[in-house]
């Protein structure tokens, strides 16, 4: 479904468009009848999106007018906007993405670890430069590898194409009501800014042109986030850590409806509260020149730029369980959750967690490109292309890309999570019969100043010919080469919990420390109106919010003037050796991995023509693709764990060095399509293609790393193998259309994808280097035995400290105890991807588009159905093999264009879907986001031919989104946004 206008298709891509006129359109009502156009008289099954007008997309984001074709489906991001896109059940990291027939590099960054996404983020492009994306759903030999949901081409503006002057120019006031709703330290601007123009015109009797376009926005925006870290899921008959006495057992009285042996039950890590606000700024820019010298030459030169600021500031709320003492009541099984659980903390010295946190990050985006075609006869042509692209996503900020402090009143009793209803609910009591939190007993208990990046490299060469043996056969054939380099790298200056030995150190820091003042008292529930149950009295409705950069300043001049100077700084990714200033992020990476992948390609297509009662056309294609992978890592060496926090154990690293590992594959990728007219209003499509897509950048490091932060029960790491194949798919297509009228259309599609090589995450357990664990060791077992702690981790430190310090491995003043010889040796969960599995996807999608008559009302409807032979066991606590993202999709649009006035209302839909198949603890366990509906309404009016006044309201319903794992109970993510509403201005020039 084309939901614009001013379709100019692409020669580079699809070579059945070469017979079509450009059809030049404006408006609502005369794109659908272009994109009927298009859709009818393709190759294979291709939809599209283009501008209703020069300087004017139907939506503000790209991701969100992709989901209005059907097998389209969003991710959306905390602030609710849509960023990457899964077609036909397959994710964004397996379908490529195009500019101008070129394939794009896309970078991303993680807050806390080193990314490993090959997904373009589509948040980056700012809808008004772009004039049409062409989603292709079956494959053809002339499209570059990578693509096996679709391959989606972003076309700019090309002068020539559209001789004359066009020219455009916008204005819009953005008011985001998520900024409003915040503390008020967080608040954002009430209105903000964009502004975009383009320009284009040719010379010289059209022989020569320029396009250029650019704009600028800055929104600003905040999101409210109730979160857990993830659940620890157990069997009924298991004893661990973390599981509820078994039946008879001390503290099983406290038990309600307790999970049966064979059932599979889940206690939450931890519960809190996020209040976050966001400003983004984004810049795009592009330009293109092209030369037509002779009729039959055309040189186009162009250069394509954005970039995205994006700076999140975050207080929260929030408790850690440490799986004492509790009590509990649960769901029925076989998957059962807590519908309460409390923890006992009688000491009452446990954290109230009121940390924040600053966020800042820019990704950019530059492309060169040149392309020359030659039609060296009447029927043959030739065409060389170019480019050299690059993405690059990093830090913004001299803290680093993602910060965080630590803040605590470390008074906390019993806690108790409430799971029953789609808000989880948190109620705490604090120490010495206290009702309310007191700024005199706030202090920092840790910090983290992370640096992430990543960059994307992608230099590529194609010549590609056709020539026409008559005037219904033709052959297409081309060569080419592609390189890209790939870089993903992460620092961490970290000073964990080690506040015990600063607090008692000589001049040491304690709650006195800190001013009264930096702390602004707020209340929780009001930031959460949205999501039912957060009005529930029990809920702990109330927190701390703070000036991070005060804060900040403070703890870091506070900490360098500690007279012990050792206490003055922290180790640079966790090796103790390096020591840094703690409060200042470090360019020097502990993780750094290097991708090297060079392609060789060739293919040829033969299409033709014919009659045979009926008009009909095939053309089969093969593409043989040769790729050579080279993959190094800077692997850092531990050297030992340190027992940092109650239940934080960080892995001691030594100098780092790089390994490198090589893989290669080769793979011979046929393609055919065939169409025939039944009627002159009822055409039937059949396609079968094989696609590759290929493997995650993490997937093929080159070598193994260990997770900085540990538990009680051991760590996590991963390693990657560049020798892994590709995902390889045979993709079937079979589709009717039926053309009535000149906008009207109904199809029915049905698809399926044979895919084999699917990449899984094998956990395996090693003892790597032989690192002693300061847990369940000697004196961890003493203290539990002569201390009578009874597994009270605060308990236990404690004694170790005031019985131990300064024997081997004990420091009191720097809260940290070292694992020693005689100290069990830590396990750690590896992950190792593998190409594991296969897996069918089918589907169909169901399209409907009416206009009715000259009346000026319109609709379009499409309905996806995907489904799969795979499916994730909620009951099953094992490694699975799952596909993320299946889900079912619609929309509806409706509208009315008549007397230069024009409304549009869509309405989109996701069902719920699997969305990892990991959480924050790092071990197995489902995600589902779950079903999301959104109401979008977008109105403009023209003064005159020449000034366009326009306003729309994104999320009009101020719909929310939530993510729950193996039960609805086991809540993961609820998140509040608010409605988006926009008053803008449109004036042209020219034509």
Request: include cysteine; aromatic fraction near 10%; charge should be negative.
């Amino acid at each position: 479904m084309i939901l614009g206008t001013t379709v100019v298709f692409s020669t580079a891509l699809s070579q059945e468009t070469q017979g079509l006129e450009e059809v030049i359109v404006t408006g609502i009502r005369g794109s659908l009848t272009s994109s009927m156009e298009l859709k009818r008289d393709s190759q294979g099954v291709v939809d599209g999106i283009v501008a209703e007008d020069i300087g004017k997309f139907p939506d503000t984001n790209l991701a969100e007018s992709l989901q209005r074709i059907t097998g389209v489906s969003i991710d959306r991001t905390a602030i609710g906007e849509g960023s990457r896109v899964t077609v036909r059940g397959v994710g964004p990291d397996f379908n490529l993405v195009l500019l101008n027939g070129r394939q794009m590099p896309a970078s991303s960054i993680e807050a806390t670890t080193a990314s490993n996404s090959r997904a373009f983020d589509f948040a980056n492009l700012a809808s008004e430069a772009i004039s049409a994306i062409e989603v292709y759903k079956t494959s053809r030999s002339s499209t570059p590898t990578g693509g096996i949901g679709a391959t989606i081409n972003v076309k700019t503006a090309r002068p020539l194409d559209a001789p004359g002057l066009h020219s455009s120019f916008g204005v819009k006031g953005v008011i985001d009501t998520s900024a409003g709703n915040l503390p008020s330290n967080l608040e954002g601007d009430s209105i903000t800014p964009e502004i975009s123009g383009i320009y284009s015109n040719t010379f010289g009797d059209d022989k020569f042109g320029i396009a250029i376009s650019g704009s600028y926005q800055e929104r600003d925006l905040g999101y409210n986030q109730a979160t857990t870290g993830g659940w620890r899921a157990f069997g009924g008959d298991e004893v661990n850590w973390g599981t509820i006495p078994l039946p008879g057992q001390p503290g099983s009285e406290r038990i309600t409806n307790r999970p049966d042996a064979s059932d599979t039950y889940s206690v939450p890590q931890s519960l809190g509260y996020s209040f976050n606000s966001v400003q983004r700024k984004r810049t795009n820019g592009q330009l293109a020149l092209q030369w037509a010298p002779v009729d039959n030459v055309t040189a186009t030169l162009d250069y394509t730029y954005s970039e995205n600021k994006i700076a999140t500031q975050r207080n929260e709320l929030s408790a850690w369980f440490n799986f004492g003492a509790s009590s509990s009541s649960w769901t029925d099984g076989p998957v059962a959750a807590p519908d309460v659980y409390t923890e006992l903390l009688p000491g009452g010295n446990s954290d109230v967690g009121m940390g924040g946190a600053q966020f800042a990050t820019k990704n950019e985006n530059n492309s060169v490109g040149f392309n020359l075609e030659w039609e060296v006869s009447d029927r043959f042509g030739l065409q060389l292309d170019f480019h050299d692209s690059t993405a690059e996503s990093g830090p913004d900020s001299p803290y680093g890309s993602n910060v965080a402090f630590g803040v605590s009143d470390l008074s906390r009793g019993d806690t108790t999570g409430i799971f029953s209803n789609d808000f989880p609910i948190l109620g705490m009591q604090l120490a010495n019969g206290r009702t309310q939190i007191d700024p005199s007993f706030m202090e920092v208990t840790g910090s983290s100043f992370r640096n992430s990046y990543m960059k994307s490299e992608v230099q590529q060469g194609q010549l590609s010919g056709d020539f026409a043996f008559t005037d219904s056969s033709r052959l297409d054939f081309g060569v080419g080469f592609t390189e890209v380099n790939n870089r993903s790298a992460f620092s961490n200056v970290q000073s964990d919990n080690t506040w015990t030995g600063i607090r008692n150190a000589n001049g040491g820091l304690t709650a006195a420390s800190f001013d009264d003042d930096i702390w602004r008292a707020d209340t929780v529930s009001k930031y959460f109106d949205q999501i039912s149950g957060s009005g529930d009295p029990r809920l702990f409705n109330q927190f701390f919010t703070f000036d991070f950069e005060r804060l900040r300043n403070q703890v870091a001049q506070l900490r360098g003037a500690l007279p012990d100077q050792s206490l003055a700084t922290c180790p640079l990714n966790g090796n103790q050796s390096i020591r840094v200033p703690c409060y200042e992020a470090s360019s020097i990476y502990g993780t750094d991995r290097r991708v090297e992948e060079k392609s060789k390609s060739a293919y040829v297509q033969f299409s033709q023509d014919w009659e045979w009662g009926k008009p009909m056309h095939a053309a089969l294609g093969l593409r043989y693709e040769e790729t050579d992978v080279t993959s190094s890592a800077l692997v850092p060496i531990p050297t030992g764990i340190a027992w940092a926090g109650n239940n934080e154990f960080t892995i001691q690293f030594g100098a780092p060095d790089f390994t490198t590992l090589e893989g290669s594959y080769d793979y011979l990728l046929p393609s055919f399509d065939f169409s025939v007219d039944l009627t002159d209003d009822l055409k039937l499509r059949a396609s079968y293609g094989e696609t590759i897509g290929r493997p995650q950048w993490g997937d093929i490091q080159g070598g193994q790393t260990l997770d900085a932060l540990a538990r009680i029960n051991g760590g996590t790491g991963r390693q990657g193998d560049p020798g892994l194949k590709p995902l390889e798919s045979q993709n079937i297509d079979f589709s009717v259309e039926y053309y009535y009228g000149e906008s009207n259309y109904l199809s029915v599609g049905y698809f399926r994808k044979n895919i084999d090589n699917y990449i899984g995450v094998s956990t395996i357990q090693e003892t790597p280097f032989d690192l002693p664990h300061p847990a369940n060791g000697g004196y961890f077992n003493e203290a539990n035995t002569n201390g009578a702690c009874a597994g009270d981790l605060t308990c236990i430190r404690q004694y170790i400290f005031a019985n131990h310090d300064g024997d081997p491995g004990v420091n009191a003043a720097t809260g940290t105890i070292l694992g020693i010889a005689g100290d069990p040796i830590a396990v750690f969960d590896i992950q190792v991807p593998s190409n594991q599995k296969s897996a069918t996807l089918d589907g169909w999608e169901m399209n409907l588009q009416h206009v009715f008559g000259q009346s000026g009302f319109g609709f379009a409807v499409n309905y996806t159905m995907v489904d799969s032979n795979i499916s994730y066991d909620d009951q099953s606590r094992q490694d699975q093999f799952a596909i993320v993202g299946l889900s079912d999709s619609a929309n509806f649009v409706a509208f009315y264009e008549n007397y230069g006035f024009g409304i549009r209302a869509a309405y989109n839909w996701r069902d719920e879907f699997l969305s990892a198949t990991f959480d924050s603890t790092g071990t197995p366990n489902p995600n589902y986001t779950e079903a999301y509906g959104q109401i979008d309404v977008s109105a403009s009016y023209d003064i005159t031919d020449a000034f366009t006044v326009q306003a729309e309201v994104i999320n009009l319903t101020d719909e929310t989104q939530r993510v729950h794992g193996r039960n609805d109970n086991q809540l993961l993510f609820a998140t509040q946004t608010g409605p988006r509403y926009m008053i803008g201005a449109r004036y042209k020039f020219g034509q």
